[in-house]
């Protein structure tokens, strides 16, 4: 079993949709949870960041953390066509920075 | 933020060729990551090191080495290039207070 598992996608919304993006992870000792972005042919940028259950909102982005249930989502509102990306999820079992990704979920917004 | 920057954005290298990739970060943070990352594979942790001189292997470390000399340097060397090696290389800076992971721009490294 991998150790942060995502649908690879593609996920396809229309332009002012909400993008719901799951990822799943198997150590009950991760500690911190990360969401990154990637456009094609450039390097991952943090978007979202969370530690403790429930939701953390910053502007259009939404991010859920259920630690009994294993998973964290990114809620996209309003999605726009550039947000159209590979989202990375990556988890942190030991404050060290030795976050452990998942392989990304490609997400296509149609105008 | 942290300022991650890696010394060649595109290297074209030859089989057997010694290669070096080169990143520096900004904010002397101690902990800095090398992954490399292929289509299908995501990122994969190649080497870390959480203090001068300090490294240690992470999950794909074959064929490949680290050097630490200065806190803001980390740099990544292929002691002799192969084929398998052509990926996109990654550097990372970590910030301690935020747990936030900061990349750079990437190097593209393709061997012949």
């Known amino acids: 079993q991998k150790e942060v598992e995502q649908n690879s996608g593609p996920l396809s919304v229309p332009e002012g949709a909400i993008a719901s993006l799951n990822c799943t992870y198997s150590d009950r000792g991760s500690q911190s949870f990360f969401w990154y972005r990637q456009y094609s042919g450039k390097s991952p940028e943090l978007i979202m960041f969370?530690?403790?259950?429930g939701d953390k909102e910053d502007g259009r982005f939404t991010a859920q953390l259920n630690k009994a249930s294993q998973y964290v989502s990114l809620l996209i509102r309003d999605s726009q066509p550039s947000d159209s990306a590979t989202y990375l999820c990556a988890v942190n079992h030991n404050q060290g920075g030795k976050l452990i990704f998942g392989q990304g979920t490609e997400l296509s917004v149609k105008p | 933020d942290v300022k991650v920057t890696q010394s060649s954005r595109y290297l074209v290298k030859r089989t057997g060729e010694k290669v070096f990739l080169e990143c520096v970060q900004d904010m002397d943070h101690e902990n800095m990551f090398w992954y490399r990352q292929d289509p299908g594979l995501g990122l994969r942790l190649i080497y870390f090191?959480?203090?001068?001189?300090?490294?240690e292997k992470g999950d794909i470390p074959e064929g490949y080495s680290v050097s630490r000399e200065k806190k803001e340097r980390f740099s990544l060397i292929l002691e002799s290039a192969s084929t398998n090696q052509t990926s996109m290389y990654l550097c990372a800076a970590y910030r301690t207070d935020t747990g936030e992971l900061f990349f750079g721009e990437g190097s593209r490294l393709t061997v012949l």
């Open positions: 090191s959480y203090d001068v001189k300090m490294k």
């Open positions: 969370i530690y403790s259950n």
